[in-house]
């Protein structure tokens, strides 16, 4: 028999339901217990987060489409804000008229929290109370409470008294669905350290706060609790670096934030003292019962084994980043089983995916608690470690041998690089850490290791345009070699730092680097190595405008490399020549070491040398007055090294072929010449490179004419220039710009321009230069009738 029971509450919303064998009717009130129910309330300090807080409030609003709409997951790692997002976005859309006139109901889960977790039988129990269901009607299954408890909300919605559902701090858990509203208007928000992927919600993930963003935090922290602090503000640098060694998490940055307050005369200086010793980091980050650490620990004790031992290791990683290929070589397992490990880590977001898919990272913070425990913990960890530089070595070797000097393979195995381009997206990829690895292993002595990474990477690195990467890696190499007692290795990489320091326009540096790279072949009988540096020497020579000591270097090259049996290297000397005999005015023999050149690298078959010396033989035919035959030259030796050339190549090569189309009179040609050069020039942070085809498209613009464009251009170089430390690319470019300004009646300035330039080529050596610049200069004040600047402004 089935009896019929009625429960009346004044006003409200009426429903009825079967429990136990009983037709039970309730009249539930319009609103729930807040005493039951009710939000916490929300922070004064909440920075950041608004596209992501907009996203939550236009899928809670009662207008959002679909059926899961209304759910909305924010998840993130320990600390970075997800309950106080929540809150901020419950108390918005409680404001919100008409979104949610039945209220609120909260429930904190503290999933990760042994002691203090509430089980979701608990949390429904306490939901329908607030939902004024009597207790003696609150079945004791879980089934049935989530039953009561979805008709109870799907009645309340069907009565215009919909309520928001907020579940803070949830654990990964089957039992998470008897929490879910089973109609489609009452809007759900949950927090979880687990991305739940599987609800079919929108999921927002917090990650660290922007510099402005932590700073702001900082702020109104600060000035919530001491009105008339000032500290951020007036020291802003330092703000920034304590938001960046936190990397941005809320949750350090509010500590941080309190223990300023405590004490109102401590400067930011200070802390940021104290921060920056990783030993203290974690450590400082703690003020009573918040912790960072302490967060950290209730995801982490939540790992099986394995997973605990590769969160441990990730940390030994030496760049920002990494792939799941390294992380197998420090784990000792299969790049299979890496990976489902790094995902399982990734859903816990103690690891973060990055783009492309197999690279991953770790938040700075997580990285320093990860290290603690790594060596507070028995396992050994220097046999991954050693696997890891191994790996690192082996894999740059294959890369640079596939990019520089490609060949059939000779084995039957499948290369590991398939291709020029596969070589280089990986060398792209692990640039960072490539660097870090070398310069880790010369900090802690490994003077082998740091030696053997830096001789391949850092011919990538100048060819792609890292300099100061390339500079780094080079200085600690050399220092390793020295240590070593490898005067042969060192004298290798002094050479290639003399490289760097030339593109860099360091030039005495670079001029110094390479003496003391010939010194030590000289004594250890080197022929090869010596005239390899020799040849450096005489690049770095040329760029200092000394062109006779720079072409008896290279003929010096020349000759011993032939002594040691190198023809390439010979053909390199010979195109070295080439350019400097260019300089000196001597186009008949840069033509012969350009030719000679370029068919001793047409017999060996290098295609990407041979176009470059055909570009030589072009600069060269151009200059002799045949303009249409250097732009046929250009254009072979761009087709011939059709993706041979690095892009720097490339760029250089488009350069000199748009000076040939302009002297050919083929303008437009030119344009897109410039163009496509200036692009590379600049995607390269090449700013000489950009200089010189500003100033040239400059030029163009002058012989049509166009003086106000050509104006601004050449205003661009100038400052190009500057940046690129190149003076007498800076005189060239001041003379040129006074032309420009004199033909729009600027003639005091183009007089200025004039002096400044003729100041510049003297200081460079360039006396000819100097002299013309000066007797325009007369011709100038003559014509115009400009006097001569105060000679207290002259350089």
Known sequence: MTGRTENHISGGVFFGFVVQGHTVTLTLPDRPDPALAGLPRRSAMFAGRRAQLEQALAAMSPEAPGETAGTVVVTGLAGAGKSEFALQAAHRALQEEGWFPGGVLFADLHGYDARRKVSPKSVLGTFLRALCVPPEYIPPGIEERALLYRSALDALAAAGRRVLVVLDDVPVTGKLRYLLPGDASTATLVTSRHSLADLGALTLTLRGLSLEEGRGLLSDALRT????????????????????????????????????????????????????????????????????????????????????????????????????????????????????????????????????????????????????????????????????????????????????????????????????????????????????????????????????????????????????????????????SRKDGDGYREASLLSSLGVVLREMRKLRKSVRAHYRAIKICRRLEKTQALASALNNLGLTLHEQREFERAEVAHIEAARLFKRAGDRSGVARALSNTGETLISLGREEDASHAFRKAAKIFQKQGDLRSYAQALGGLA??????????????????????????????????????????????????????????????????????????????????????RKWNKATRLHTLALEAFLEAKDNHGLATELRSLATALLQQGRNTEALENLELAADLYHQTGDTQSSIETLSLVDQVRKRTGCSMRPAASRM
């Not at 209730?298 to 031992?309: C, D, G, I, N, P």
């Open 619 to 704: 600069k060269v035919t151009r200059h002799n007055g045949e303009a249409e035959h250097a732009v046929e030259l250009h254009q072979r030796a761009l087709d011939l090294a059709d993706g041979l050339f690095m892009p720097h190549e490339r760029a250089v090569e488009l350069s000199n072929l748009a000076s040939a189309l302009i002297s050919a009179g083929e303008r437009d040609a030119a344009l897109a010449a410039q163009h496509e050069a200036l692009d590379l020039f600049r995607r390269l942070g090449d700013r000489r490179g950009e200089a010189l085809i500003l100033g040239n498209m400059a030029l163009v613009q002058q012989t049509q």
């Open 225 to 480: 609790a001491l009105p008339d602090d000032e500290r951020v503000s007036g020291e802003a640098d330092e703000a920034d670096l304590l938001v960046k060694l936190c990397g941005g998490l809320p949750l350090a940055l509010h500590i941080l934030a309190s223990l300023l307050v405590d004490v109102p005369t401590r400067p930011l200086s200070h802390l940021c003292r104290d921060l920056k010793d990783t030993h203290s980091r974690l450590p400082m980050l703690s003020r009573e019962k918040r912790a960072v650490t302490a967060a950290f620990d209730l995801s982490y004790q939540r790992l099986t084994k394995e997973q605990a031992r590769l969160f441990q290791l990730m940390c030994l990683h030496p760049g920002t980043d990494f792939s799941t290929e390294a992380s197998a070589q420090l784990y000792g397992q299969s790049a299979k089983e890496t990976e489902r490990l790094l995902l399982d880590l990734a859903r816990r977001h103690l690891v973060e995916p990055r783009e492309p898919y197999g690279r991953w990272q770790q938040h700075s913070l997580v990285r320093l608690y990860a290290w603690q425990l790594l060596q507070s913990g028995n396992d050994s960890w220097g046999d991954g470690l050693v696997r890891l530089l191994i790996h690192f070595h082996e894999m740059a070797t294959l890369a640079c041998e596939s990019l520089f000097a490609p060949v059939e393979p000779h084995s039957t195995a499948e290369p590991r690089f398939t291709d020029r381009a596969s070589a280089l997206q990986w060398l792209e990829a692990e640039r960072r850490t490539l660097v870090a690895a070398a310069l880790w292993a010369h900090k802690v002595g490994d003077d082998l290791m740091c030696v053997a990474l830096a001789i391949p990477v850092a011919r990538f690195l100048v060819e792609m345009r890292y300099l100061e990467d390339a500079r780094r890696l080079l200085t600690a190499g050399v220092r390793s």
